[in-house]
């Protein structure tokens, strides 16, 4: 239906096909309520205010009605969830629009993977706007399946599966001036390019926002955050299943609504079973409420800003002319969704969907080559006379990681896991080449004394991880995820004691999300039996190979620290 077709029922001369009455409206650009009536036809709001009729009328006394929620940064494969997975869930707290980066299933499966998510996306009640993954692989030190290199980011565009380029995690490359990325910078000439900038600040920070990279959801301080603001940047506030970054942000936005339309709130990576117990972007505005930020800037952070910052004029606010993509709450400080209509139809009443499951298609062929799982020799680590190791330090609850050096727990002259020191064994297994390429490191935080734990879904390029204490454990959790093309693993010696199989790119199952919340609630429960006290174990293991994010990290290539220059040996003499 054209715009122009509207206008009748705009002035009010015939029936709008929907008005709403008797809530408060959340105003976004003023930052007030209303008690107004909503009038829509088709897809769009026609008018606010009163004396509208409608074909059908619907009462919301007693109720808030506010824009769809738009969550600025995530990863849909976070969730284990296939796009239509992700929407059931996520649409049932309120959102109607994200804008995603799929570079995990770019880096499994490349541009087949992408073209996977789009297409799914294209039914369901969530509108995914894809970022064009900008670094696949993230560095140099990580092996995908495929290099995207500026020609695939171009074809991204010309296809229509994304409209900006996604998180440019490659800040070192960014700096310095690489000539293949600065050519992938150009292919997105124009478009909305997203940041990725860890810890940078200074002449640095002022070098990658030449690039026109000028958003961030990596900040972790106030001092960090405050000079990102400072320098032009959008503020991705992140608060995500294991990166908690919205109590230490709070103060940049508590106070002080100019920065509202300059701060975002977002997930970045969540589970199913997060969105299943507490929720999406209608969690963040709770979370930014307790923490003394006004609800209504909330609100705006998660709508009106998020949806000017990637060029969406029409939605994001509830206004004549914008999409109908509304929500209905029971209040701002609570915000319980009670219902939710996308482009104008209602799609959730009552915490259920109206018309049932999303319908799935068919996904890329899995990308997991059959590798060989490494001997027991191979895990043998002789350490040179008084040397030490290099260890991942997990941060608790953060992506960045610490570059330890420490002295190694021996046997037979040997570097091994220690329970007594909570250093893990941990080994990386290229599977997207079907090289069998593999490397050994430690890790210290994951909390686990006996077994081990393994995973497929290790960022960025999704090579199989294990982390345990004994070698068996190990070759046990390895086996399982060899034979399965990918999923997560929990294993004690030569058992299994529970397992999700990941058949979509060894990320995502496209079942029904409560069932997979479930089969990663076991998994997780089956972690917390080995010793660990992480709430997220599985998550926190996903970012231990990401070689772009500081300090320490451990890829199919070793050890790699790109602020030290890059390859790390494991003992250090």
């Given at each position: 239906m054209a715009i122009r077709d509207l206008l009748a029922a705009a002035r009010g001369e015939i029936p709008a096909d929907l008005v709403l009455r008797g809530m408060r409206v959340a105003n976004v650009f003023t930052l007030e309520y209303e008690a107004v009536d909503v009038a829509i036809s088709g897809e769009r709001i026609v008018g606010v205010g009163k004396g509208y009729q409608g074909v059908q009328e619907e009462d919301l006394s007693g109720l808030v009605l506010v824009p769809g929620f738009f969550d600025a940064h995530c990863h849909i494969e976070s969730t284990m969830l296939t796009p239509a997975g992700f929407a059931e869930l996520a649409v049932l707290r309120g959102t109607t629009a994200v804008a995603a980066d799929p570079h995990e299933i770019a880096n499994t499966c490349g541009l087949a993977g992408v073209a996977y998510m789009w297409q799914e996306s294209l039914g369901c009640p969530v509108e995914m706007f894809f970022t064009a993954p900008s670094c696949v692989p993230a560095s140099s030190f990580e092996t995908s399946r495929e290099i995207l290199d500026a020609?695939?980011?171009?074809?991204?565009?010309?296809?229509?599966?994304?409209?900006?380029?996604g998180e440019v995690m490659n800040y070192p490359a960014v700096?310095?001036?690489?000539?293949?990325?600065?050519?992938?910078?150009?292919?997105?000439?124009?478009?909305?390019k997203s940041g990725h900038a860890p810890r940078l600040t200074g002449k640095d920070l002022g070098a990658y926002l030449l690039s026109g990279c000028d958003s961030d959801h990596e900040s972790v301080s106030l001092e960090e955050g405050l000079e990102k603001l400072r320098r032009g940047m959008?503020?991705?506030?992140?608060?995500?299943?294991?990166?908690?970054n919205l109590d230490a942000l709070a103060p940049l936005?508590?106070?002080?609504?100019?920065?509202?339309?300059?701060?975002?709130?977002?997930s970045d990576d969540l589970t199913a079973r997060y969105l299943l117990e507490r929720g999406h972007m209608d969690e963040k505005i709770r979370m930014a409420g307790a923490l003394g930020v006004d609800p209504l800037g909330a609100l705006r952070m998660v709508t009106l800003t998020p949806a000017r910052y990637f060029g969406h004029?029409?939605?994001?606010?509830?206004?004549?002319?914008?999409?109908?993509?509304?929500?209905?709450?029971?209040?701002?400080?609570?915000?319980?969704?009670?219902?939710?209509?996308?482009?104008?139809?209602?799609?959730?009443?009552?915490?259920?969907?109206?018309?049932?499951?999303?319908?799935?298609?068919?996904?890329?062929?899995?990308?997991?080559h059959r590798v060989s799982v490494p001997g027991e020799e191979a895990f043998l680590l002789p350490a040179p006379p008084?040397?030490?190791?290099?260890?991942?330090?997990?941060?608790?609850?953060?992506?960045?990681?610490?570059?330890?050096?420490?002295?190694?727990?021996l046997r037979n002259g040997n570097a091994v896991a220690d329970p007594a020191?909570?250093?893990?064994?941990?080994?990386?297994?290229?599977?997207?080449?079907?090289?069998?390429?593999?490397?050994?490191?430690?890790?210290?935080?994951?909390?686990?004394?006996?077994?081990?734990?393994?995973?497929?879904?290790?960022h960025d390029a999704h090579n199989f991880v294990a982390v345990g204490m004994d070698v068996p454990s190990l070759q046990t959790a390895l086996a399982a995820l060899v034979a399965s093309g990918g999923g997560v693993v929990a294993a004690r010696g030569r058992d299994v004691m529970a397992s999700l199989e990941l058949p979509v790119g060894g990320l995502m199952h496209p079942g029904d999300p409560r069932d997979v919340a479930q089969g990663l609630e076991a998994v997780e429960h089956a972690a917390a039996r080995l010793g660990t006290p992480l709430a997220h174990p599985f998550m926190a293991l996903s970012f231990l190979s990401l070689s772009v994010i500081p300090e320490l990290k451990l890829t199919d290539r070793g050890y790699v620290d790109l602020g030290r220059g890059g390859l790390q040996t494991l003992f250090v003499e």
């Open positions: 020609a695939a980011v171009g074809e991204m565009f010309a296809r229509g599966w994304c409209d900006s380029l700096v310095g001036g690489d000539p293949a990325l600065w050519g992938l910078l150009q292919a997105a000439s124009g478009r909305v959008g503020l991705m506030i992140r608060e995500g299943a294991t990166e908690h936005v508590r106070g002080h609504p100019a920065r509202w339309d300059r701060c975002m709130l977002v004029r029409d939605r994001g606010a509830v206004a004549p002319g914008y999409l109908a993509d509304l929500v209905a709450v029971d209040s701002l400080e609570r915000c319980g969704v009670r219902r939710v209509w996308k482009r104008g139809r209602l799609v959730v009443a009552d915490g259920k969907l109206v018309e049932g499951p999303i319908p799935r298609i068919t996904p890329p062929a899995s990308a997991a008084g040397a030490r190791i290099r260890v991942v330090g997990l941060v608790p609850e953060q992506v960045v990681t610490q570059h330890l050096v420490l002295e190694p727990s020191r909570d250093l893990a064994l941990m080994v990386v297994l290229e599977k997207n080449r079907g090289t069998g390429r593999y490397a050994l490191g430690f890790v210290k935080g994951l909390g686990i004394r006996e077994g081990a734990l393994g995973s497929s879904v290790a």
